[in-house]
């Protein structure tokens, strides 16, 4: 099993930066892509960001492109997201992910974490 525990939320005020972070503990060496997502109120979850193993290859929603950092130190277990110009709209619990090495869905979840971004 694959444990995945995020933390760094909080209340930051708009144009603010936030990194959360989410350690990874358990059967790590099983893991292979990493990726964060969000769940506004009121809204299904959605995709911010994600890592490939070697963190080589990274990807970012539209929404986020050119505002959040995806990064990873495999030898801390831990994947981070830097997030600056932080907006209103990207108030949300923030949740880590985890693929199984040679899969595609994300098959491991944290508990998230709390953005907060006051209009």
């Known amino acids: 099993q694959v444990q995945l525990v995020e933390s760094g939320g909080g209340l930051v005020q708009a144009g603010g930066s936030l990194r959360l972070s989410c350690a990874a503990s358990?059967?790590?060496?099983?893991?292979?892509?990493m990726g964060w997502f969000r769940q506004a109120p009121g809204k299904e979850r959605e995709f911010v960001a994600a890592i490939s193993r070697s963190g080589g290859s990274t990807n970012y929603a539209n929404s986020v492109k050119g505002r959040f950092t995806i990064s990873r130190d495999n030898a801390k277990n831990t994947v981070y997201l830097q997030m600056n110009s932080l907006k209103p709209e990207d108030t949300a619990v923030y949740y880590c992910a985890a693929t199984a090495v040679g899969g595609i869905k994300y098959d491991y979840w944290g508990q998230g974490t709390q953005v907060t971004v006051p209009s």
């Open positions: 358990g059967r790590t060496f099983s893991t292979d892509r």
